[in-house]
């Protein structure tokens, strides 16, 4: 089940990605000239987001939505790929069901994941990749897949919305939406 819902997620980013291909070359280059330079730059930001666990707890089958915030380091090779660091903290203790009738507390748990990012255009980056759940309880494998949208305000600034979706290996998924702020080096 939770297989068949990454896959979905991955094919519906793919999907989305196809109709930027097709658009004309000469407006993709200008258009990389206004928000992304040509030429390798370093790219940190906050992110404050909602993070929402579909789970049963001992109270019964909920959706908890736990506040987060996120520092992200990333480097862009140019306009279109770059790498990223992307950090979140979970501000909450919760409760999941790991097995059943079996529950194990998350105490503020902190999620690394190294992220591979396309910005094939205006303004729309895509990024997946690994990474790990550190918590004083138990770690875990984290796959993540997520879409963001860009909005410069100016130069070296930017503001962007960001929904991405966080897999866990033999554990819960989490989907989080926030705003982040950034700035350009």
């Given amino acids: 089940m939770k297989g068949s819902m990454l896959i979905g997620l991955l094919g519906i980013l793919l999907a989305g990605i196809l109709p930027f ?4 070359q000469h407006h993709e280059e200008h258009h990389a000239e206004l928000h992304h330079p040509d030429k390798d730059f370093w790219r940190m ?4 987001g909602h993070t929402y666990l579909p789970t049963n707890t001992s109270m019964g089958r909920e959706t908890l939505v736990l506040p987060s915030v996120g520092f992200d380091i990333e480097y862009w090779f140019n306009h279109t790929w770059g790498i990223g660091l992307h950090n979140d903290l979970e501000l909450l203790t919760f409760e999941i069901e790991r097995e059943e009738d079996v529950f ?7 999620l690394l994941t190294l992220d591979l990012l396309w910005h094939p255009h205006s303004g729309i980056v895509f ?4 990474g790990i759940e550190l918590e004083p309880n138990e770690n875990f494998f984290v796959f993540r897949a997520g879409v963001e949208y860009e909005i410069n305000l100016g130069e070296v600034w930017d503001f962007y919305p960001s929904v ?3 897999y866990r290996d ?6 989080t ?5 950034g700035r350009k080096f």
């Fill in 170 to 175: 033999n554990a819960y998924d989490t989907f």
């Fill in 177 to 181: 939406v926030g705003l982040g702020f």
């Fill in 21 to 24: 291909n097709i658009q004309a």
């Fill in 127 to 130: 990024y997946t990749g690994p």
């Fill in 104 to 110: 194990v507390d998350r105490e503020y748990p902190v």
């Fill in 164 to 166: 991405f979706y966080d």
């Fill in 45 to 48: 930001s906050i992110f404050m």
